[in-house]
């Protein structure tokens, strides 16, 4: 199956550039909407069929091993399968609510473009074996979501766009700017090869101001409280199929799964890392959630508590280091990671889940402030539907997949001697339910405002879209049990393990070659 | 946009041929010296961008045609694709280069790849200035 | 020890740039300094004292003798790696400087205005 890698990267750009040639010599929409449709099924069908795999690497050009070089690789190992089931099953859900939401705004075939280069820029995000090709693939996602995020052309999404724009080029300007001292001091770009070194430059001062340098630009990419400020203004802005996809996948793949990748699979877990990524995260967690409870405006209270889910993710992440580096239990960093990646996989569904029904609600009401909001449970039975489980997730409510990966990074946070930062994470759980049951009470429960008597129900595809997240929320939280025994489905074990097993990625990566 | 005077337009008229030939050189000696996709398709679309300061924006827009533009660059990034997935065809992995064999010393895929890129950058570019002069209130 | 001081400065010019000039074009000017101020890092990096341009040719090869003319010509060449991660980086550099004219254009009109400080309906 290994063949089937490059695919994941070459059909979104195959479908990108056809559809610019589809909107100009002809305009029948059907066609357009069926192809980005087919498309993202695939997708999702080929990121599913390398869940019961074994890891493995594909040499693009041939350029592997036996060639005697070591060129450029697709690497598959069970955090980028993680990644890749993520990003397509959000990308084909947010396909679904695009083919009618965006029906209000012009050009759906370059909206499609874009969506898709930025597709497949995070899927090769995920697979990328070498630093350079990381660095491009963040570029070119990034690139197509700073034009997604002004795609209505008014003049506050232009606003958010600049500001998002001018941020993210820096950001990416300091990853690079890592890439470039980790090549002059190793001699190569191939991850593996560089964890291969690491052993020989513990303590060069360069090494600090290149882990430096990934912390401020991959932070600001997945949003950590001292660098967030572009997000509450670019999300909410953006129509809401890619406020799905920004919050729900963008931030993971370039932000957090960069971390990840760099921090345990190339630098190596150390105390001075682990320290930093708990005090980003424990920053993060309190700063979204505090910011977001006077918050009025529906999709920029989502927003900010994506901040403070990312901060239970990269705590997690931080917390399995710290138990890493001091040579601790390897069952407790095993643990924290999982509840990390659990954690992960479970915000992309209920936020992309909670930003698609403020979509659903705005298209059907025109509004996105929660003081004109009331009353739509029974005018918009599926919409409320979703968004309450939607919102019981999110807050962490027991048989819903929020309780169980937040329960999981409370336990491994004990587990771990960190008690107080496992009492912060209580306390931001109980802040997000009470901005969350603010949500309900407004949007759902209360009386209906007379100018929106008329409301109806969302079309058919939006529906669908939905409710397929709805599933996948209740069906992770009750089949919870299942994925985390060995042999259950066991993808989110395959990765944690390929994270807590520093070597694992290196032995994958380079196929039995010495480093 | 009005082009300019009869100076600037007759020096456009003798150079922009050679410029463009320059451009074409830069793509297709691009395997072998410095050059390549990138930068000749940077220069085919100065050409173009010269062409329209000295003659106006009609000029392009008649001879050429925004359309074409658009479609150019979708095509030069598909050939590029294709160049790629063809490998599959001939059993090598993505990308690989499997005209290797056919000549030996011109490059093999990456005449074809500097040809595709050189199609949609010059295509993109140009089309980007096209997009930006479409925004100026007319003189 | 000097590449890292002077690019860094470099970078520091341009992020000030980006920081604190209330002109959206002098912010695009920042992002641009920014971003070549990386190019730059990385060409140093790939520099090598009386090393020669990495285009190997048959002359050089029987210059060299057959058993060791690879490594003859990797010895004393630059690195060329460097060379082709920064023209990957100059085009997307470019892609983002029309990105953001463009934006820039847009919200000229929009607004009426280039400066920053006008531009503050998104508040909280």
């Known amino acids: 199956m290994a063949n089937a890698l490059p695919f994941l990267v070459a059909l979104p750009l195959g479908v990108a550039f056809l559809m610019p040639l589809l909107e100009k010599l002809h305009e029948p929409g059907w066609l357009i909407d069926l192809l980005a449709t087919l498309a993202a099924v695939a997708l999702l069908t080929l990121s599913l069929n390398t869940i019961g795999e074994a890891a493995t690497v594909y040499w693009m050009g041939g350029w592997g091993p036996d060639s005697g070089v070591v060129g450029i690789s697709l690497v598959c190992d069970g955090l980028t399968r993680l990644m890749l089931v993520t990003i397509n099953l959000v990308t084909l859900v947010a396909v679904l609510f695009s083919l009618r939401y965006m029906e209000r705004y012009t050009t759906k075939g370059f909206y499609f473009c874009l969506f898709f280069l930025m597709v497949a820029g995070m899927n090769g995000v995920a697979m990328a074996g070498d630093l350079f090709n990381l660095y491009v693939f963040i570029e070119v996602a990034a690139i197509s979501s700073y034009s997604l995020v002004a795609f209505g052309c008014e003049s506050e999404e232009l606003e958010a766009s600049f500001k998002y724009l001018v941020l993210g080029s820096l950001a990416s300007t300091f990853v690079l700017f890592g890439v470039a001292i980790l090549y002059n001091l190793t001699g190569t770009l191939n991850m593996a090869q560089i964890r291969g070194q690491m052993d020989a430059l513990v303590g060069n001062p360069a090494l600090y101001v290149a882990a430096g340098f990934f912390v401020m630009g991959l932070g600001l990419k997945a949003a950590m409280v001292p660098f967030h400020a572009w997000l509450p203004d670019a999300h909410p802005s953006a129509p809401a199929p890619i406020s799905a996809m920004l919050s729900g996948v963008l931030i993971k793949a370039l932000g957090v799964y960069a971390l990840a990748r760099i921090f345990f699979s190339v630098l190596g877990p150390t105390h001075e890392y682990a320290v930093v990524m708990m005090a980003l995260g424990a920053l993060s967690m309190l700063g979204g959630v505090l910011l977001a409870v006077g918050q009025w405006d529906f999709k920029r209270l989502l927003a900010y508590h994506s901040i403070s889910q990312m901060g239970y993710v990269v705590l997690a992440l931080g917390i399995g280091a710290a138990v890493l580096a001091d040579g601790g239990s390897r069952a407790v960093a095993g643990l924290a990671i999982f509840g990390g990646l659990f954690h992960m996989f479970n915000h992309a569904a209920f936020k992309s889940l909670l930003f698609l029904c403020s979509g659903a609600t705005e298209y059907a009401t025109g509004t996105r402030q929660l003081k004109e909001l009331g009353g739509l449970a029974r005018r918009m039975p599926v919409t409320s539907g979703c968004c309450r489980i939607a919102s019981l997730s999110i807050a962490g409510v027991p048989p819903f997949n929020g309780f169980w990966s937040k329960l999981i990074i409370i336990v491994a946070a004990v587990q771990a001697g960190y008690v107080w930062l496992a009492a912060l994470a209580t306390l931001v759980a109980f802040l997000t339910l009470v901005s969350f049951v603010k949500v309900q009470r407004y949007v759902i429960g209360g009386e209906l405002p007379e100018r929106h008597e008329n409301v109806r129900e969302v079309p058919v595809s939006m529906c669908i879209a939905m409710v397929t997240l709805a599933i996948v929320c209740v069906g992770a939280g009750v089949l919870c049990p299942y994925l985390m025994s060995a042999d259950g489905v066991g993808f989110l074990d395959q990765a944690s393990d390929a994270v807590v097993v520093g070597t694992r990625y290196t032995e994958v990566a380079l196929g039995g070659m010495a480093p | 946009m009005r082009g300019m005077t009869v100076i600037v337009r007759t020096v456009t008229a003798l150079v922009s041929a050679f410029a463009l030939l320059y451009g074409i050189q830069l793509v297709l000696y691009g395997h072998t010296s410095p050059g390549g996709g990138f930068a000749g398709g940077v220069v085919l679309a100065c050409c173009l961008i010269l062409m329209v300061l000295a003659f106006g924006k009609d000029f392009v827009a008649d001879v050429i045609g925004v359309r074409t533009l658009s479609v150019c660059s979708s095509v030069g990034a598909l050939l590029f694709l294709s160049v790629g997935l063809l490998g599959y065809a001939a059993r090598r992995p993505f990308l690989s280069n499997f005209l290797a064999a056919v000549a030996k010393s011109h490059g093999g895929t990456i005449l074809v790849c500097d040809v595709a890129i050189a199609l949609m950058v010059a295509a993109s570019l140009s089309g980007v200035f096209m997009a930006f002069s479409a925004f100026r209130p007319e003189d | ?124």
């Open chain 3, 1 to 124: 020890m000097v590449p890292y001081v002077l690019t860094m400065v470099l970078l520091a010019i341009g992020v000030y740039a980006i920081a604190c000039k209330r002109n959206l074009v002098k912010v695009i000017i920042g992002v641009m300094v920014a971003e070549y101020a990386v190019n730059l890092f990385l060409i140093l990096m790939g520099y090598r004292f009386g090393g020669r341009a990495p285009i190997r040719t048959a002359a050089m090869d029987r210059a060299a003798g057959a058993a060791d003319a690879a490594k003859a010509f990797a010895a004393g060449s630059v690195d060329p790696l460097p060379q082709a991660l920064i023209l990957t980086s100059i085009v997307i550099g470019l892609g983002l400087v029309a990105l953001l004219a463009a934006m820039a254009i847009r919200l000229h009109e929009k607004y009426g205005t280039f400066d920053v400080a006008e531009m503050k309906k998104l508040q909280g």
